[in-house]
């Protein structure tokens, strides 16, 4: 059997989403158990709307996943280049090829009239297809309307008279009906490719032997079948994967969020976890295991594991595998990484290794860095923010505050142990446990009523603090009896 090779084919139209990115690893995750290639290929010959700047991010994206290709821009191989803006000349070559073959031929129509001749197919009741004005022009009429100054565009010629099958490897049996498809245009006027033309050109020529894409694509599939036999080209492997959904079963779209890996990126996601959320949206291991790196899941991956019917995007249950991941890691693992998403007070409030020790705590339940700032807002030195609620639990407490900052001034050895030590005798010399003891000192730290273990927020925040602002609570709450 010949090497498996796959691409990943994105167009730089827009930000890389949520279903690109999964068919891009779908792509990786088969590449690299088969121990074969992996190819990424641009498909930028939709001119107005692709950008260098939109490929840029959509490179930044792929390889911040960890999805490295085999062969692509920067990449090198053998049999590029591999940008479709790269390759007119070769498109139009195997175009000549079929008008000289007599499979396709030119086509003088303007897009008025092709949009009239749709209207009155609907009118009709009629799928919208071309009624074949141009396909027996003679060589003579040909040539009066080039003289004219007419555009011309290239249809493929449409003869097949049975119905096309295909053996896809997650749908199984797809039949195509002959009539499916009126003759269709491979070269626009403007002399760059239709999708479906460059898209078969490319993958035979590339050596694809599995097309892995999106279930969107399936309807391309019976035009690019006849483009591959009308070339004489060996025929891929398809295999179509699940649409992507949304949580109310309609097809994931911007109304829904229609989340992308850079913002993902941005919002401070783990690489590793999006990766293992994307994989289970179509696809399940042999066992009920739900954590992988992607180097395990490349080792799992199959085709035949993949289902047919559609995966839910469900943002709680990412959230979940990320903060899976991340509690997995640790500072250890994810610390460089969550840095910047540090505010900057606490940067400069502390050295790394407390930091790394705030990331740890504040990390038990992080999906993602950028909820840093409101998780270690605790850890925030001086005196915080009070809201209204911090009068009903501070009124009267003054005395308790002066006996804890007094008790915190006392302690030779500044460790949790020694603080939750002096709390609790603090308390008892007061007759006061419980919430009466430790809400108040909470809120006068940290304006909240809940947080991280208090002996230890204490330590990391550290004595001069701890007590300047239990003393500056008292100084506040001093006119409200406290």
Sequence with gaps: MSEARVRFAPSPTGYLHVGGARTALFNFLFARHEGGVFILRIEDTD????????????IEDMRWLGLDWDEGPAGGGALGPYRQSERVDIYREYAEKLVSAGAAYPCFCTDEELELKREQSRRSGLPPRYDGSCRELSEDERQTKRRDGQSESIRFRVTTEQDIRIEDLIRGEVVFPHDMVGDFVIMRSSGLPTYNFAAAVDDALMEVTH??????????????????????FDLPAFAHIPLILGDDRSKLS????????????DRGYPPGA???????????????????????????????SVASSPAIFDETKLNWFSAQHIRAGGAGKFFDEALPFFPKELVESYDRE???EIFDIVSENLPCYSMIEESAAAFRRGVPSYDDSAAEILDGTGHLLEALADGFGALEEWAGARIKQSIKETGADLGLKGK????????????????????????????DDAIGTLREAVARYRGRNV
């Design 47 to 58: 001119v107005e709307r692709s950008s260098a700047e939109l490929e840029t991010v959509l």
């Design 211 to 232: 097309v892995i894409r999106g279930e969107e694509h399936l309807p391309n599939t019976i035009r690019q079948l006849m483009i591959y036999e009308s070339l004489g």
């Design 254 to 265: 911007k109304r829904h969020g229609a989340p992308n890996i850079k913002d993902f990126r």
């Design 274 to 304: 999006i990766v293992n959320y994307l994989a289970f949206l179509g696809w399940s291991p042999k066992d009920e295991r739900e954590m992988f790196t992607v180097e395990e899941l490349a080792g799992e991956f199959t085709l035949e």
């Design 354 to 356: 407390l930091l790394a």
């Design 436 to 463: 009466a003891l430790f809400m108040p000192l909470r809120m006068a730290l940290t304006g909240s009523s809940h947080g991280p273990d208090l002996a230890t927020l204490i330590r990391i925040r550290g004595r």
